[in-house]
């Protein structure tokens, strides 16, 4: 797998594996565990879900800019590791659901969150950076984009264990105080206890509660404070083997650190040996930096779809998925959960790079290889066909007010969970096509002395995508359902027009 790449790529790709298990562990039960525990609408839960996950990015426009002027990658990214560790650890930390006090609560949860998204940022981009620059060695130079997604593929196998660990966790638990899950309760106790639940659907709730218990309950609202409580610990529970992933990677760096390259070593040897750096003239550093910006607003929508993931995909699996015909018995605990699709896409990942590999390979041999941009256009088409898909299944589907009248949708109302596995399928191919290339394209266009700064500026352009996330929110509860997945079609069909009208450009700059 690692033949003929640079030694320093496997233990890169393993330092981030930690790194990707707390941010899918994150996408799995995030929204989720923020609704359950403040008893959030699902469009103000995703308003926190976006803005944690664009500072995640922006911030990593920060870690840029820290790592190019000090010149030290290793200790920044070494430092966002510990700041990841320390920010899981303190939303780790369980306290009593429903809280006893809103806004010192919520506060106190989204200052972990933002401990995390610091640490992200000074990690991500600069590993990214330091990947890039073990390809700038010309012996390796026309691997890079094989190398990016090698890389990639290997850094999502930490994504795929995570939302099969955090469920463990949490049905863990649930099963210990001898309940049950059920994706639609944690959302009726919050109605329930807010006064907020619809007439017709107490009646559900009350049947639940007595499904969920294994014996009638007479008491709702005593139930309803207690399955809250015991669901959201179990999740408190989850970001508890995050932070120990974050240990992991730590040790794993430290270990390899010295097989990856060093910048401010590496020019110190070029002015010794009285080598002088590469330099560009301002007219080439300008026509790059307009090429990548050019890219970098066009992906911004893509992102903003892409995104949904965790977001109105989540929501929609736990409303209108049927959840039964999931179900792994470990013995000690069940595999069930609307979390359980975050890992369909790491698991894809990991099975579709090398075809996708292999595929590039052959174009190559016959001369027809789409260049780096084209393949980026033609992610955001096939992304665009994901939900494509997703409205034609969901056409016919009660909408968010029909839902909550009769309190969510008996299992024979429900879609199969094959028609969201498809969805993530084709989404996941799109991916391939667009993030890994999306990081080479960066790592060699970027001029040499703007490298973590261009990366860092290609996650804020991720951020921005995210940030727009909470649209989706918005559109998941005032729209018809199919017309929430029409939005996501014509803006990755936007980004594809837009992408396709540059190319040419953009393959001119990156000769």
């Not at 393949?375 to 066909?385: D, R, S």
Request: charged content about 15%; overall charge positive.
């Amino acid at each position: 797998m690692f033949k003929n790449h640079p030694k320093g790529l496997i233990g890169a790709a393993l330092s981030n594996m930690g790194e990707r298990f707390g941010f899918y562990i994150m996408m799995a039960i995030l929204t989720l565990f923020i609704s359950a525990k403040f008893g959030l609408s699902d469009s103000m839960t995703l308003v926190i879900y976006s803005i944690f996950y664009a500072l995640i990015y922006v911030l990593a426009l920060v870690g840029g800019v820290v790592a190019d002027h000090t010149r030290k990658y290793k200790a920044t990214i070494m430092w966002g590791l510990i700041l990841m560790m320390i920010g899981y650890v303190l939303i780790a930390i369980p306290t009593r659901t429903p809280v006893s006090n809103f806004a010192l609560m919520l506060t106190a949860t989204c200052f972990g969150l933002l401990v995390i998204a610091l640490g992200n940022g000074f990690f991500k981009g600069n590993l990214q950076a330091v990947v890039g620059q073990l390809y700038d060695n010309p012996q390796y130079a026309d691997k890079r984009d094989t190398g990016f997604q090698i890389f990639y593929m290997f850094i999502n196998i930490g994504g795929a264990l995570a939302p099969f660990l955090g469920i463990a966790i949490r049905n863990w638990w649930l099963q210990k105080n001898h309940l049950l899950y059920d994706a639609s309760l944690s959302k009726l106790c919050n109605q329930y206890l807010d006064g907020t639940i619809e007439p017709t659907a107490t009646e559900r709730f009350s049947q639940l509660a007595t499904q969920v218990s294994g014996a009638p309950v007479t008491d709702l609202t005593a139930f309803a404070n207690e399955y809250l409580n015991v669901f959201t610990t179990g999740f408190h529970f989850a970001f508890i083997a995050a932070a120990v992933m974050m240990v992991v990677s730590m040790v794993i760096f430290f270990t390899q650190k010295d097989k990856l390259p060093d910048p401010a070593n590496k020019e110190a040897k070029k002015e010794e040996n009285g080598v002088q750096a590469v330099k560009m003239d301002t007219r080439e550093i300008k026509q790059r930096i307009y090429a990548l910006f050019a890219v970098f607003a066009v992906v911004i929508f893509f992102w903003f779809s892409f995104h949904q993931n965790g977001a109105t995909l989540t929501f929609y699996a736990r409303d209108y998925v049927d959840l039964s015909m999931i179900n792994i018995n470990l013995g000690f605990t069940t595999i069930q959960g609307a979390e359980i699709f975050q890992s369909v896409n790491p698991i894809l990942v990991v099975l579709l790079t090398f075809p996708i590999i292999g595929l590039f390979a052959w174009l190559r041999g016959r001369g027809k290889e789409p260049s780096t941009p084209r393949k980026i256009a033609i992610g955001m088409g096939i992304a665009a066909l994901a939900y494509v898909l997703l409205m034609l299944g969901s056409i016919g589907l009660p909408d968010a007010a029909e839902r909550e009248t009769i309190g969510g949708l008996p299992n024979a109302m429900r879609v199969t969970p094959w028609l969201l596995v498809g969805v993530y399928f084709i989404l996941t191919v799109a991916e391939l096509f667009i993030s890994p290339l999306g990081l080479s394209f960066v790592s060699k266009v970027a001029p040499p002395h703007l490298q973590g700064l261009m990366q860092g500026c290609w996650l804020a352009a991720t951020a921005v995508g995210n940030l727009l996330v909470m649209l989706g929110g918005f559109f998941y509860e005032s729209l018809p359902l199919w017309g929430t997945w029409l939005v996501f079609v014509c803006a990755c069909a936007i980004s594809m027009g837009a992408m396709l009208a540059m190319v040419k450009w953009l393959e001119r700059v990156a000769r």
